[in-house]
Structures are given as C-alpha cells and as structure tokens.
C-alpha cells in the first residue's frame, strides 16, 4: 500500500475522511513531523527519504519542484495533485484506490491530477 504525505495546506476534511474509511492507511501531515512552513523542495526531499507520495493541491510550485527533482536524476516517490475544486468525497475514492492498487514505486518520477 503506498504511504502518503499531506502537504501543508491540504484539505483536512480530505485527510480526515482517508483515515476514517481505512484506518491503517499510512499518511502524515507534514506539519506533524516538524515540516510546518517548509519549502516545497524540503517537503519533496524528506517524502523521497520516507518513501512516500505527496498529496496537495499545490499546482502552481510545487509541481515545478517535483519535475525538477525528476531532470535533476533525484528521487520522487511521486505527487498526485487533487484539484482544490474536487469534492471531497471523490478526492479520497481516488486516493483510496491508488492507495489500496498501487505497487510500491509505481509512482515514482510521475505527477498525477485527481480526480481520476
């Protein structure tokens, strides 16, 4: 099962919603492992040591950081953008099927936009 990292500013109904319907889903905040305030190249290195997956909804940087990660040949696990005007109910259907399908490393190197 992939194990995520939401980002900052990420819809807290959504990250709610993801650990109510499967609590042994693995997900962070990273504000609660000291990120708070954190660029998105910092947020993008400690979820490529941790082997974990960004969720956000920050299309304008971070995306653009992440490539960058991927010419630079270093390693990103992954982003799925979550487009801010997705319901919330489909945003953690999808992440929930990502979560549950994926392989380990199926995402690496690769920005996904949900919904799916």
């Given amino acids: 099962m992939l194990r995520f990292a939401a980002d900052e500013n990420f819809n807290r109904d959504i990250v ?3 650990v109510r319907r499967k609590p042994d ?5 990273v504000q609660d492992v000291g990120l708070a305030g954190a660029d998105d190249p910092t947020v993008l ?4 040591v941790q082997g974990r997956v960004v969720i956000t909804h920050d299309v304008s940087t971070l995306t653009k950081h992440a490539y960058d990660r991927v010419a630079a040949g270093r390693p990103m696990p ?3 953008e979550v487009v801010s005007g997705a319901s919330v109910g489909s945003a953690i259907d999808d ?4 979560a549950e399908c994926s392989h380990e490393g199926e995402w690496e190197g690769q920005v996904r936009y949900l919904p799916l």
């Fill in 16 to 18: 709610r919603g993801l």
């Fill in 45 to 48: 290195e400690w979820a490529a």
């Fill in 25 to 29: 889903l693995d997900i962070v905040r």
């Fill in 95 to 98: 992440l929930l099927l990502l």
């Fill in 78 to 80: 992954g982003v799925f």
